[in-house]
C-alpha cells in the first residue's frame, strides 16, 4: 500500500498518533499559508539580490592560499548586504559560528574606554564570556570596554525610559538580541526592533546599533538593516545557511562597521582583502537561496509542535497561536521522563545517526546533565531538526529546525509516540 498512513506505520507512528497528527494539522492551514507567503517574498527578494549582484557560474570556482580576487566570495557579500539592506557585509568560512561573528564585529567597533549597552536583557550565554561578564581569557573587559544592561520589561517590550538614562557619553554601542535564546521571553520582533532603534539613534545617532539576528533571518519578510541597524550579525548554519553551508557567520552593516570587523577578522591592512573562500562558495549560494523555503518549514514545525503538546496540556513558548519572530520552540514537560522521550523521538525521526539513543550529560557551563538530540549532516546544525534540553525543572525540550516541513512533522509525531510507548501520555 503507497499511501502516506502506511509509510508512518513503517516508521513507527501508530494510526491514532497520526490521526492526532493530522487533526492538529488541519487547524494549521490558514497559518501555514501565511508562512508561505513569507517565504514566497523572501525567495523573490533573494533571487532579486542574486541577479542585481550577476551570480555567476564563476562565483563558484574558490580561492585558495590569500585569496585575493575571491569573485565568489566578494560577490557573496555583495548579495548579503542586498538582501539584508545594508552597505556592506562580511561573510566568510573564517568566521566559525554565530558567537565568533558576534565576537567580531564588538571587538572591531569598540576601543578601550568604550561602553557597550545591552537594551535586550542579558545577551546569550556564549556571549557572556565575550564581554566579560563571566570574567573571561581575552573578553572585551580586558581590553577596557564596560558593559551596561537594561532588562526587558515584564512582558518583554523595550524599557525605553532606563535605556534613556542609561545611556551616556561613554555609550558607543547598543545590542539588540532578536530571539530569546534560552530565556522565556517573547522574541521581538522586526518592528519592535525597529522602535528601538529609532529611539536609540534619535537620542545619538552616532551610537551604533547591533542586532543578534541568530534564528530570525527570513521568518518575517523585513529585517533589522531595513530599519537602521548599524550591523546585523547570524551564523550560517542557522537560518540563512540554509542547511548547505557547512561552517561561517555573517556580519551585514555599514561600510565603516564592516570595514572595522574585517581589520579585526583578519588584520589591520589586509581587511577584507584576504580569506579564500575554500570551495565553500557554491554551498552559500545555494544555501542562501533555499533559506527562504527552509525557515518556513523550520517554523511550521515549531507551530506543529506547539498545537500538539499545547493540546495534550504542557506548557508551550510561544504559544500555539502566538505570532512567530524566530524558529524556537520550547515545550516544558515537568518530568526527565517526558523530555527524555521527547529528544529519543526527535533523535529516532534523523535521516543520520537514527539508530543511536540520546542521553544525558554533564557539559561545561551547565549546572545540570543536559540532554541533546540532533541527526545532522553538518554538526550542531541547528537548522537541521534538533532538540536538547537541562536535565532539570522545569524539564523544558528547547526545539528548532528542520529542513523541510515533512522531516520536521516526523520528528514531532516520533516524538509524542515515544510519549505513547511510555506511556507519559495518552491519547
Ligand atoms: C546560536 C546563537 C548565538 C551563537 O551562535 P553559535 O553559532 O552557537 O556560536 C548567538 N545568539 C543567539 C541569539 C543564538 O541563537
Known amino acids: 500500500m503507497n499511501t502516506i498512513e502506511a509509510m508512518y506505520q513503517e516508521l513507527g507512528i501508530e494510526e491514532r498518533v497520526y490521526r492526532f497528527g493530522a487533526e492538529v494539522e488541519e487547524k494549521l492551514k490558514k497559518r501555514f499559508e501565511e508562512i508561505q507567503k513569507t517565504a514566497e517574498y523572501n525567495q523573490l527578494k533573494v533571487i532579486r539580490a542574486m541577479q542585481k549582484c550577476r551570480v555567476s557560474a564563476e562565483c563558484f570556482q574558490s580561492g585558495t592560499g590569500y585569496g585575493y580576487n575571491d569573485l565568489g566570495r566578494d560577490v557573496l557579500e555583495e548579495v548579503y548586504a542586498e538582501v539584508f539592506h545594508t552597505e556592506a557585509a562580511l561573510v566568510r568560512a573564517q568566521i566559525t559560528c554565530g558567537t565568533h561573528a558576534l565576537a567580531v564585529a564588538l571587538?572591531?567597533?569598540?576601543?578601550?574606554?568604550?561602553?557597550?549597552?545591552?537594551?535586550?536583557?542579558k545577551p546569550y550565554d556564549t556571549l557572556e564570556e565575550v564581554i566579560g561578564i563571566r570574567p573571561s581569557r581575552g573578553s572585551l573587559a580586558e581590553y577596557g570596554v564596560s558593559y551596561r544592561q537594561v532588562d526587558?520589561?515584564?512582558?518583554?517590550?523595550?524599557?525605553?525610559?532606563?535605556?534613556?538614562?542609561?545611556?551616556?557619553?561613554?555609550?558607543k554601542l547598543v545590542e539588540i538580541q532578536r530571539s530569546k535564546g534560552y530565556q522565556t521571553r517573547p522574541t521581538l520582533s522586526v518592528a519592535q526592533i525597529a522602535e528601538a532603534i529609532r529611539f536609540v539613534k534619535d537620542i545619538r545617532k552616532d551610537i551604533i546599533v547591533l542586532v543578534d539576528n541568530c534564528y530570525g533571518e527570513f521568518v518575517e519578510c523585513g529585517e533589522p538593516g531595513d530599519f537602521?541597524?548599524?550591523?546585523?550579525?547570524?551564523?550560517?548554519?542557522?537560518?540563512?545557511?540554509?542547511?548547505l553551508a557547512p561552517i561561517g557567520g555573517y556580519i551585514a552593516g555599514t561600510?565603516?562597521?564592516?570595514?572595522?570587523?574585517?581589520?579585526?577578522?583578519?588584520?589591520?591592512?589586509?581587511?577584507?582583502?584576504?580569506?579564500?573562500?575554500?570551495?565553500?562558495?557554491?554551498?552559500?549560494?545555494?544555501?542562501?537561496?533555499?533559506?527562504?523555503?527552509?525557515?518556513?518549514?523550520?517554523?511550521?514545525?515549531?507551530?506543529?509542535?506547539?498545537?500538539i503538546f499545547e493540546k495534550l496540556g504542557f506548557k508551550v513558548v510561544p504559544d500555539g497561536r502566538e505570532s512567530r519572530h524566530d524558529i524556537i520552540q520550547?515545550?516544558?514537560?515537568?518530568?526527565?521522563e517526558g523530555l527524555i522521550a521527547f529528544c529519543e523521538g526527535i533523535q529516532a525521526a534523523a535521516?543520520?545517526?537514527?539508530?543511536?539513543?540520546?542521553?544525558?550529560?554533564?557539559?561545561?557551563?551547565?549546572?545540570?546533565?543536559?540532554?541533546?538530540?540532533?541527526?545532522?549532516?553538518?554538526?550542531?546544525?541547528?537548522i537541521e531538526l534538533s532538540?536538547?534540553?537541562?536535565?532539570?525543572?522545569?524539564?523544558?525540550a528547547y526545539f528548532q529546525g528542520g529542513l523541510t516541513w515533512e522531516h520536521a512533522k516526523l520528528g514531532i509525531l516520533k516524538a509524542l509516540q515515544k510519549l505513547v510507548d511510555k506511556g507519559i501520555v495518552t491519547l
Open 255 to 307: 561600510k565603516e562597521c564592516i570595514e572595522n570587523a574585517a581589520c579585526r577578522l583578519t588584520t589591520p591592512g589586509l581587511g577584507k582583502e584576504v580569506g579564500a573562500s575554500l570551495g565553500v562558495n557554491r554551498s552559500f549560494f545555494q544555501g542562501l537561496f533555499l533559506a527562504p523555503t527552509v525557515t518556513a518549514g523550520a517554523l511550521k514545525g515549531a507551530i506543529f509542535a506547539a498545537n
Open 228 to 243: 537602521g541597524a548599524d550591523m546585523v550579525v547570524g551564523s550560517l548554519i542557522k537560518n540563512p545557511g540554509g542547511g
Open 351 to 382: 535521516p543520520v545517526d537514527s539508530y543511536v539513543t540520546p542521553e544525558p550529560w554533564a557539559m561545561p557551563g551547565y549546572d545540570s546533565d543536559v540532554i541533546m538530540a540532533a541527526g545532522a549532516f553538518i554538526q550542531g546544525s541547528s
Open 152 to 171: 526587558l520589561l515584564g512582558d518583554g517590550s523595550f524599557d525605553f525610559e532606563s535605556v534613556r538614562k542609561t545611556i551616556s557619553e561613554k555609550t
Open 330 to 336: 520550547a515545550v516544558e514537560f515537568g518530568t526527565a
Open 387 to 396: 532538540a536538547d534540553g537541562p536535565v532539570k525543572p522545569p524539564y523544558a
Open 107 to 121: 571587538f572591531g567597533n569598540l576601543k578601550p574606554g568604550d561602553e557597550l549597552l545591552s537594551i535586550s536583557g
